[in-house]
């Protein structure tokens, strides 16, 4: 019960955050309208689907849309430091849940990599609790890779990542494609290692 309240807490603040920051800006502009004919439209950036942010393809179009404008990139900044504060508090399915909604508003190799690593280690702590780990691990893990493919491709096409990021981003993905294509106990590298142990 308390994790839920934790939850709820954060993302309130969050959606509070977002919403002054609209707010001011609506207020500004009542203060100097510019005639419409001045005004051009600005194009929509709709948020990504978690599915589509397992497709690197789309993942690359959405970080494309968003190199000159992203009006997400605020919110998806706060989201990714409670993100990271639930991480060093080790608590994976709050930290997957808030680097989830940051990636979803940009889908950059840095967000994509701490989602999947968290949703990874996340699966793994419920799988443990419930005693499923090897009935469901195949499929924990395949659904993982996908965010760290798309995490590998979005770093090929704008170069986010330094060359130690880089390295483990690209060693871990290989872990777990090593891991869909042979027996769990051929595999012990770190991600797959910390899932099956629950923690």
Known sequence: MHRWKEIRRVFSLIVAAASTSVSTVHASS????????QVAPRPTI??????????????????????DRNPHAATAELYFKHGNAAQDR??????????????????????????????????????????????????DVAYSLGFYRSALAADDAFKELNSAERLTLAQHTQCLADFLARSATAVTCEPVSQYLAGR
């Open 90 to 139: 080790q608590d994976w399915g709050l930290a997957a849940k808030a680097f989830g909604e940051a990636m979803i508003r940009t889908p950059s190799a840095r967000l994509l990599f701490a989602h999947g690593h968290a949703q990874l280690r996340s699966l793994g702590v419920v799988r443990a609790r419930d005693g499923t780990v090897d009935r469901q691990a195949r499929e």
């Open 46 to 67: 709709p948020l990504l689907t978690v599915e589509q942010a397992r497709d690197a393809v789309q993942v690359v179009q959405a970080l494309q849309s968003r190199r």
């Open 30 to 37: 009542l203060h100097s309208p510019a005639p419409a004919s």
